[in-house]
């Protein structure tokens, strides 16, 4: 690994994996505890307050409780650099480590499937922001089993889904109000501290500090001080800020000035060791003061496991620095400067430049980019590049060419193709003289425009790049060729774009960024051959490129090839695995925004919100792709959202939603471009299959017939046996529609071979149960015929049916009765309801949760139909009540 590559020293991570060791007594919350206890089967236990009311302390409590009960627990405290998914997954396995869980494929996996009771604590979690983070923590909580508990520590209200969770009796809230001390918690923190105050005092000081911990324990500290006198607390300001700056002052000012000098140049440190230390101040004896200071209990709070690492009360911090901005303002770049060199002798170039930046020290931290950021370009560290690079001003950064560009590869990959469009034509790199920037910037373009959905300029603009190539810029050589093959492979030029993979691999040298890029383009070829199983191997390995921890290799915020390694994922039917990895890429694809990324990832998530009934969260999500669409100028985007739209209202046999929606969906200077050309997300969904499959369900199955077999043929003669898979099943069932059913069979049979050896199953199961009966005649004959059948293919067209579940009274083409009686006992308001939303797709707990039921008064209400209607499944009931005009 190189340096720019590195993970936390072992002793800062283990400063993550252990909560901060107490020193002193500590008051009981036992108020706070009788509330966990209380708590029930909650899944998930926020602490909330403001900085400095004892959330911590409260989360070790309430840790220590569990653990005497016998419950296994497991302690990370988050920081900033948490916000990249693959670090975040490191510090959770190894927290999750002391759980001793089962071993499995990651660590989310295993927590959900852990038996045993146990808790997992997540402390500092306002400083996450970044939404594939959320998500994961959301699915944590999501799959949390029924003896798993999460606790989270926060000064804000995380965006976590707690509406849902507090109505369901899964949320318990330790709010501010809760952490607050009461007189007798209050007289005790100062009794064990040697501050005992009156009554009366004490009563003065908690309306003043309102039960705020951390008021308290700087009072205490400055009546420990001499001179330190009751009288003062009529003198505490009303405000939170007002009592914390004026007990700190107090406590400060009480120093020695060699102590008070320690610890304002020490406090931009985010961790303190004597090295560390001695680098800010050379001349100090730091060694002894860190000894003095932990021996007086009075500041440090050492970090668990480790004899030598320390770290400052995060309130005391905030004001000492604060302190040194205001007294010793002309110190602070120097302060920085000297941690950010010592940190960079340590071979620790990422807080090295986190210091130079925090410091104000801009052309130091240009100077360490220099020698770093081409590294961290070719490991794909784009994230961490863009924040660094957001903070230095612009002209500063004009200076260095170089760095220019490379910021524009970093926005490119993780704010998106239009800001880095706009960033490159800003700096002016087009027009300089330096080779190697000229490399970069005829790399950019070409994947910029395909980015914009501009597939026929990215060629231009590639063609003249690859004039100029080889340049010796690895990196740019080996993006633009990839790109090229990308851009190629679109415009249909299967044979070349294979050739341009080809010099890519060459140009790439140890780029693990172009090394993921690779595969997932050679992949997406794949695929689009029909090729599953390899598609499969090469996403699954693009996406793990990178990663710096095998404990979930699938999210190191690799969206380029995660999205599409969770659709091959899901088409092999692993709906749960497809989701855990669409919460961490989906929001990478929406920052990002490539087109097909974007329609590939919320198309996915809908369909798999759809399928478990969750009608609601389907169609919203496919209003959010819509918007996104819109927002972005993106037609193709507005397109699919609402072709996937017409095909959900095609599955509710909702024909006239469906030919609506598959209208607003018909722009012809998105499909025009798309019959052109072969873009990897409308492969298998266009609007030509989409107006296929509508005409199939509610229009002449006959006229289908013709119109698919020109289609056919095209996909046939450039390869794209993925789409030929795909109008085989439909025509099959066109076929079957018709009546001709011999040929219906014959069809599927043939589609059910090349089916079963590639894997594919979604693609047969997201037709819906008007699949079900024709494939049920295959399998029949399949089985009639054992001695000459395959036997794989056997078992892999009894899964697909058992998908289906039993037969049901239309599926087997029982004549309807167009005159049926009117109904002996008519059905009551509720249960048309139930009706409607049962052929809208709903799931029995999503229609408990949008009719405010339980999931039993559902299923009685199920019961009273199917009497009534004298039905015999779910789809039978629908069917009988559209017939007899209770339902549309």
Known sequence: MSPASEQPPPAVFAAKLAPPVRRVAEVRRVAI???????????????????????????????EEMERQGLSTAWLTLDRGDNDVSRFIAGLSAAAGSLQLEQGDNVLDALAAESGPFALFFDDFELIHDSGVVDLVREIIERMPREGRLVIGSRSLPDLGLGRLRARGQLLEIDTDALRFTPVEASEFLRLRGAELPSQVLEAALRKTEGWAAALWLLALALQQPGGSPEFVARLAVSDRGVADYLTEEVLSRQDSETQN????????????????????????????????????????PVAGESDLYRYHSLFADFLRAQLARRQPE??????????????????????????IEGGDHPHALHLLQRHAPTLLEEGRMRLLDRWFAAIPP??????????????????????????????????????????????????????????????EARVAGEAGVAESPTGQSFADSVLFNAMAHIISVLGGRREAQQFLEDARRAQRNSAFNRMYTETVEGVLDLREGRLRQATARFRMAAAIGSHQGAYLHANGNAWAGVFFASVVYEANDLNAAERLLNAYLPLAR???????????????????????????AFQTLAELESLGHVRHLPRVVASARLERSRM???????????DELQRADDPSVWDAVARQQRPAQEVDDLFIGCLRLDLHFGDAKSIVSRIDAEWRRAMA????????????????AFHRSGDRRRAIDEMAVALREACREGFVRLLLDEGVALAPLLRRVLAELEANASASDPILVAYAQGLSDQFGPPAFEEEGTPGDDTAEALAEPLTAKEVRVLQLLAEGYSNSAMAEKLFLSDSTVRTHLRNINTKLKSRSRTQAVAMARRLGVIR
């Open 649 to 659: 209202f095609v599955l509710q046999g909702n024909g006239p939603a469906a030919r």
């Open 331 to 356: 110190e602070l770049a120097r302060l920085h400067l000297a941690a950010s060199g010592w940190y960079e002798g340590q071979g620790r170039p990422v807080p090295a430049i986190d210091h130079a």
């Open 718 to 733: 450039s390869e794209r046996r993925y789409r030929t898979l795909k109008l085989r099943l439909l025509l099959a069932m």
């Open 395 to 456: 002209t500063q950064l004009a200076a260095h060419p170089m760095l220019q560009v490379i910021a524009v590869w970093a926005c490119c990959f993780t704010q998106g193709p239009w800001k880095a469009m706009a960033m490159l034509e800003s700096s002016g790199c087009a027009r300089h003289d330096d080779p190697a920037v000229q490399a970069h910037v005829r790399a950019q373009r070409p994947i910029l425009l395909s980015m914009m959905d501009r597939y026929d």
């Open 33 to 63: 505890a009788d509330r966990m206890q209380r708590g029930g089967a909650c899944k998930l236990v926020v602490v909330r307050a403001p900085a400095g009311f004892g959330k911590t302390t409260a989360m070790v409590q309430l840790r």
């Open 262 to 301: 320690f610890l304002l140049r020490t406090s931009v440190l985010r961790h303190l060791s004597v090295p560390a230390c001695q680098a800010l101040l050379p001349l100090a004896d730091c060694s002894a003061m860190l000894a003095r200071l932990e021996r007086n209990n009075v500041f440090l709070s």
């Open 591 to 617: 920052d990002v925004g490539l087109p097909d990324h974007l329609i590939t990832s919320h198309r996915l998530r809908a369909r798999i919100a759809f399928h478990r009934g969750d009608v609601d969260a």
